[in-house]
């Protein structure tokens, strides 16, 4: 561990000097680039100085058990050396963690989808609810949200709904939420009190930089067609909507959300941009989930992922077998124990396969 702790160390004094030349300072690219490595490293080289200095006392400590024959010293010496002992496994486990390799897509922006599923209006509604759950949870982190593509339901809430989350590491996070979520709970319109379960498929993207994508327009088909649903007249009466069809994928992103046509092409833009980079992850997660089972969705929108049960007031997480009874505190945004806890039996997970990605 020491050695690639001293790897990690030359590296990082590397980047120092690096980030100190104006070579590099001229080309933002490089910079930002090598920066935000820089940044990922801090803590490692802190925890580095920690564990050197942790060894030396620890040495030093058992040198003076050895040969010192004063027994008043060699208890203090005794008592020393076995409190760093015991320190020793809990910076060598926070050391471990620190070294399981990030996914680079974790610091993007993220685009959600919220698609209604079996339940007819029911899961409409229940669309809508996770809807307000995600906008809440992202105004406490403080991340802007803007929609992208709005389909209402006949009754209320949607049939469709995306939007992009602008925000440091908005994806990392929220891409524990991609699935099947289900809802079980008495229809407003069931006369016979009889509890219901439906559904809704969420879909998280990391959002794709151009750097990411290399997208030729020869290949995407661009169509304008007049918005639909919430907008009032205005909307329905220019053709702002834009739909784009990338030809040798077949993917079809559709946005609609804004009255600028230009507006709504740089958002559909983004977001086929994104579809064709999660095509390109999918492949990569494949490859991971035959070695180990992961515990963020690989794609499958089909697996379910969590139920909320309104009788019992409880929502479960089945992929850590995690219940809550605090049903209306997690419909108002309150989802981060569920991600702390996601987060951490995935880690657990990495480490257990040697830090694999």
């Not at 979520?181 to 509890?195: A, L, N």
């Not at 151009?210 to 995407?220: A, F, G, H, Q, T």
Request: glycine fraction near 6%; charge should be negative; include cysteine.
């Amino acid at each position: 561990m020491l050695e690639k702790l001293e790897a990690i160390h030359a590296r990082f004094i590397e980047l120092e000097q690096l980030l100190s030349s104006p070579e590099v300072a001229s080309d933002m690219d490089k910079f930002s680039k090598l920066n935000k490595e820089y940044s990922d490293l801090k803590e490692l080289d802190q925890k580095y100085f920690e564990y050197k200095n942790l060894l030396a006392n620890l040495k030093e400590a058992r040198e003076l058990l050895e040969s010192e024959t004063d027994a008043e010293m060699k208890e203090m010496a005794k008592e020393e050396y076995e409190d760093l002992n015991k320190k020793r496994p809990e910076i060598e486990d926070e050391i471990k963690y620190l070294l399981i390799p990030k996914d680079p897509e974790d610091d993007k922006n993220a685009i959600v989808e919220i698609r209604s599923g079996t339940g007819g209006d029911e899961a409409s509604l229940f669309a809508g609810d996770l809807y307000k759950m995600y906008d809440r949870f992202c105004a406490d982190q403080k991340w802007s949200t803007e929609l992208l593509e709005v389909m209402e339901g006949t009754v209320g809430g949607f049939n469709k709904i995306s939007f992009k989350v602008n925000g440091p590491g908005a994806y990392g996070v929220l891409k524990f939420e991609s699935g099947v979520h289900r809802v079980q709970r008495v229809p407003e319109t069931e006369s016979q009190g009889r509890v219901h379960t439906s559904a809704a498929t969420v879909a998280v993207l990391a959002e794709a930089d151009e750097v990411d994508v290399k997208l030729d327009m020869k290949d995407v088909r661009r169509d304008t067609y007049r918005s639909s649903g919430a907008g009032g007249q205005h909307v329905n009466k220019t053709e702002s909507a834009v739909r784009l069809t990338h030809i040798p994928s077949g993917i079809v992103v559709e946005c609609q959300d804004g009255r600028s046509q230009h507006k709504n092409f740089d958002k559909a833009l983004s977001v086929l941009r994104s579809r064709l980079f999660e095509a390109e992850l999918l492949k990569k997660q494949e490859e991971v989930a035959k070695t180990r089972k992961t515990l963020v969705s690989t794609g499958d929108r089909s697996a379910k992922i969590r139920t909320y049960n309104f009788p019992q007031g409880r929502v479960t997480d089945h992929r850590i077998n995690l219940t809550m009874y605090n049903l209306p505190a997690v419909l108002n945004g309150d989802i981060q124990e569920f991600i702390d806890q996601l987060k951490m039996a995935e880690n657990a997970e990495k480490l257990k396969f040697g830090g694999m990605n």
